[in-house]
Structures are given as structure tokens and as C-alpha cells.
């Protein structure tokens, strides 16, 4: 397959970038997303140019690193998958393919495609975790949790923290990110008792760090790689508000 | 406690939210208020006597008037703060995503359209009626006739029979049946009352609402239209004006 390539090009955080077009010829249809962009920055580099600067890690859809805003979606036309699981075969022969960075006003571009998604894991420090002891696996299999309750919290869990949801948003609200975060403790005996205190400390966080606010839209259920549901937006709300009150 | 309704995300949508709901409320007061004009001009002027001057009317009024203001004072820093969220290099591409209602991303849009009709029916209504009496006065000269302050049924009829009007108050009554078909399902996520069983009701209720309160409103104003064309409406108009009057007094 062949494919005519604009890609957002930007030395770094303080320039202006443009897009550049480039070709890549004879790329297999199971090759993938990311392969065929190391297949064009390998020709880059033997024809002595800078490749383009993307982000990767796992490579499986579980990391959460890799972005990329693709022909209008948030990791690519692909439903459910991140960047990395989306295969060439998913693209018409001979088409143009427009690849952006993230943009949202706290997603700093860094290089390229690559944004600096560090606001996200400053609300994560911000109370996304369990601070009392849990102790081990035998002591939390020991605690009875309804089947329905492990499941919504294992759904929430599935977030992998990549930003789709703030990049696709039209108000750039990180609403989806700290509801998953959220919705997946409080739904757990281990998380509930920090519930309130955390549902204000992240939404504090989130609101201090510029993200903007939910519109109800649900965009950003659309083009979540992990499919997670503005239902953990409501249960935000709900745990938010509950604890406002109670102040 | 008062201060997270003003400077947290989730607290500035608690007010939206809340003050959606009871505008909501009242449009469906005022849809079935009105409704009266239509089966019976006299009733709807002893309606328009009762919420006249009254000391709890111009409370109501009031208390509206500060809802309407509140909502759309919120929404404006609510959008100003999301134009900023978004960043100033936007997307050179963009796609329709799947589920998306249009109304959810025009709002505003929507909501600017409504207050504009708003004005134009205070203008219309407001200012011939409750605001005439509280400057004292018996009522205003509407097209060269005396109109009493509590005459709806008249003001209605001379209203419609304009086809400009008529045109005008559709499309007001269109935006807002858009901007209700995302604000009403919206308001109970904002306050955390719904989940994946409860999206397809409150979508479904959502547009059941909004389509009776538009229906509603449009079977009156396209029905005063209607009655003016067949030359039935000026004599429907007088006999409300007598029976209004004396209801009146």
C-alpha cells in the first residue's frame, strides 16, 4: 500500500510548525500504525533528515503512551484501540493520511507529535491512588466485593491515562481521565473510605491545571481507546458534589 | 460551601444545571398557560389578571428573571474557560464522532438565540401587560386601539396574525427545542442522576419534553395565525376582550 503523509512538523515547544508532506511506498496492510511511521523515519534518516518525533512504549494498547490525532480522531479512524493496535489495512490504498499532536491548551506540544501529558499525572498525584494500608492479594480476596461493583471498577481501571479524551473534547476537559480514576476507586472497599477527599483534591487539580469543562458532549466516550463511558462522569459528579455538600 | 458554585468546574455546572431545571419548569408552566388561549380566551385572561401586578407575580418575574441571567451569565465564563482549555492551535482535521448530539457543541449558539427571542417577546407581551400596570396604567395603545393591561387573548391574537412574527417565534421555538434536547438530559449528569441503563430514558424523556413544550407553544402561535387568516380571529378577540375586562374588574 502507498500513502501521502501530512504530519505536523515543530522543532519544539517555542516554535511555530507547519505541516509536511511526506510518501511512503509498498507498506504492508498488516503493518502498523507506528511500524509504518518507523518505516518513514528510517527513510528519513538515510536520506539525512530529522525523523519525526512520536511517542511509543508498550506497543500492545496498555501503556497508554502513544497519541496521535489521525485523519480527524484521537488514535486513528480504529474504534476501541489505541494508536499502536491500529493496523494500515484500516486506511484506503493511495489515500492521505493527516497526523496531528494532541492539542489542548494543557498539552504543551513538545517536538512534532509529541505532547507533554505530565498535567495528567499531576492530578494522578493529586489523590488518585489509596493511601491507607490494603495489604496483600489474600487479604484483598478476602473482602466479599459484588461481581457488578468489580466489573464497573475494572472498566474505569482500563483508562491507561493516554489523553484522547481532553484531545478530542472541544472544551479540552480532562473530565473522562479523573472520572475513571475516580469512579474505579470508589467503586472498590479499599478506595471508598478516601472517596470524597479524592473526588475534590483531583477535581481541584484538574480545574487549577486549565482543563476545561464538561459539556456533556461525549466525545471523548467515543474516541476513548478503552471504550470507558461518561457514566464514571456522572458517578464524578455524584461523589464531588456529595462531598461538597458535606463540607 | 458557597464558594465551589462559583470557582470549581463542577460547582459552576451545579448552578447551570440547576438553573436549566427550573426554567424547564416554567416553560412547561407557560406552554399549558397558554394552551388556554386557545380553548378559552376569557380563562386565559383571567390567567393574564392573575399573574399580573400582583405582589407574587412580580416576585416570580423577578426570581425568572435572575434564573435566566444567573444561566446565562455561567455559561459565558463556562465557554470563555473552555476556549482557553482548547488551546489556540486547534485541528486541521476533524471528524464527527459517533453518539454526538449537535446541539451539545452549540449551546451557546442555541441559548443566544433563545434570549434573543426572549427580549423580542418581552417586548411583545411583557411590556403591554405586567410592566403597564406597574407604571400605573390601564393598558396601551396597540395599532391604534386601546388594549387593557390583562388582555392576553387580544395581544396574542394581534401578535399572530403577523406573519413575520410568527416566523420568528418558530425559530425561537426551534433553537430552544434543540438546546432542550441536550439541556434536559444534560442537567440530571451534571448532578451525577444518570448511568448507562438511564442515558436511552433520559435521552428519550429528554426529547418527549422538548417536543410538548415546542408543540405546545406552536399550536397556539400557528392556531392565533390560522384563526387570522380566516377572519375568525377578530371576533374570537373581541368577545376575550369584554370577558377578560370584566373578569378583570
Redesign the interface.
Known amino acids: 500500500m502507498n500513502f501521502k503523509l501530512k504530519i505536523w512538523r515543530q522543532k519544539d515547544a517555542k516554535s511555530q510548525g507547519a505541516f509536511e508532506t511526506y510518501e511512503v511506498k509498498n507498506i504492508s496492510a498488516d503493518t502498523s500504525f507506528l511500524e509504518m511511521l518507523d518505516i518513514l523515519n528510517n527513510d528519513l534518516v538515510h536520506a539525512g533528515k530529522e525523523p519525526v518525533a512520536f511517542d511509543h512504549d508498550c506497543r500492545e494498547g496498555i501503556c497508554g503512551m502513544c497519541s496521535l490525532h489521525i485523519n480527524g480522531h484521537a488514535h486513528g479512524p480504529a474504534q476501541a484501540v489505541t494508536t499502536c493496535q491500529m493496523y494500515m489495512r484500516k486506511f484506503k490504498d493511495g489515500s492521505t493520511i493527516t497526523i496531528e499532536p494532541w492539542r489542548s491548551a494543557a498539552f504543551p506540544v513538545i517536538k512534532d507529535l509529541v505532547v507533554n501529558r505530565g498535567a495528567y499525572d499531576e492530578i494522578l498525584q493529586a489523590g488518585g491512588f489509596v493511601s491507607v494500608r490494603t495489604n496483600s492479594v489474600p487479604d484483598g480476596n478476602a473482602i466479599p466485593i459484588p461481581k457488578k461493583d468489580a466489573d464497573e471498577s475494572m472498566d474505569a481501571a482500563a483508562c491507561v491515562g493516554c489523553g484522547a479524551c481532553a484531545a478530542t473534547c472541544k472544551n479540552g476537559s480532562a473530565m473522562l481521565f479523573v472520572a475513571a480514576r475516580v469512579s474505579s476507586l470508589a467503586k472498590l472497599p479499599q478506595g471508598r473510605v478516601e472517596g470524597a477527599r479524592r473526588a475534590k483534591a483531583m477535581v481541584a487539580k484538574m480545574d487549577e491545571l486549565g482543563f476545561g469543562n464538561c459539556t456533556n458532549t461525549g466525545a471523548c466516550q467515543a474516541e476513548c481507546p478503552k471504550q470507558i463511558s461518561i457514566a464514571h462522569i456522572a458517578r464524578l459528579n455524584r461523589e464531588f458534589l456529595a462531598a461538597k455538600l458535606q463540607d | 460551601?458557597s464558594c465551589?458554585l462559583c470557582?470549581?468546574?463542577?460547582?459552576?455546572?451545579?448552578v447551570m444545571s440547576v438553573t436549566g431545571c427550573c426554567l424547564v419548569l416554567f416553560l412547561l408552566f407557560h406552554m399549558a398557560m397558554n394552551l388556554v388561549a386557545l380553548i378559552n380566551p376569557a380563562g386565559y385572561n383571567t390567567i393574564c389578571a392573575l399573574l399580573g401586578a400582583n405582589w407574587y407575580a412580580v416576585v416570580a418575574t423577578v426570581g425568572l428573571a435572575a434564573l435566566v441571567v444567573l444561566h446565562f451569565m455561567y455559561a459565558l465564563i463556562?465557554t470563555v474557560?473552555?476556549y482557553?482549555?482548547?488551546?489556540?492551535?486547534?485541528?486541521?482535521?476533524?471528524?464527527n464522532?459517533?453518539?454526538?448530539?449537535w446541539a451539545?457543541?452549540n449551546?451557546l449558539v442555541l441559548g443566544v438565540i433563545v434570549i434573543l427571542g426572549l427580549l423580542l417577546h418581552l417586548v411583545h407581551f411583557w411590556s403591554k401587560m405586567m410592566l403597564v400596570e406597574l407604571m400605573g396604567a390601564e393598558g396601551t395603545m396597540v395599532a391604534g386601539e386601546f388594549v387593557h393591561a390583562t388582555d392576553g387573548a387580544t395581544l396574542v391574537a394581534f401578535t399572530f396574525s403577523k406573519w413575520y412574527n410568527v416566523v420568528l417565534y418558530l425559530v425561537w421555538l426551534t433553537a430552544l427545542w434543540f438546546h432542550l434536547n441536550?439541556g434536559v438530559?444534560?442537567m440530571f449528569?451534571?448532578?451525577?442522576?444518570?448511568?448507562?441503563v438511564w442515558?436511552p430514558r433520559l435521552k428519550c424523556a429528554s426529547k418527549v419534553v422538548s417536543t410538548l413544550v415546542i408543540l405546545g407553544f406552536a399550536a397556539v402561535i400557528v392556531g392565533f395565525f390560522v384563526m387570522s387568516i380566516c377572519g375568525c380571529g377578530v371576533e374570537v378577540c373581541t368577545d376575550a376582550c369584554c370577558a377578560g375586562h370584566n373578569h378583570a374588574h
Open positions: 460551601m465551589f470557582n470549581s468546574s463542577l460547582g459552576k455546572k451545579l463556562l474557560n473552555n482557553r482549555a482548547r488551546g489556540s492551535q486547534r485541528y486541521a482535521v476533524t471528524a464522532e459517533p453518539g454526538v448530539e451539545s457543541k449551546m441536550h438530559w444534560s449528569q451534571t448532578v451525577g442522576w444518570a448511568n448507562d442515558y
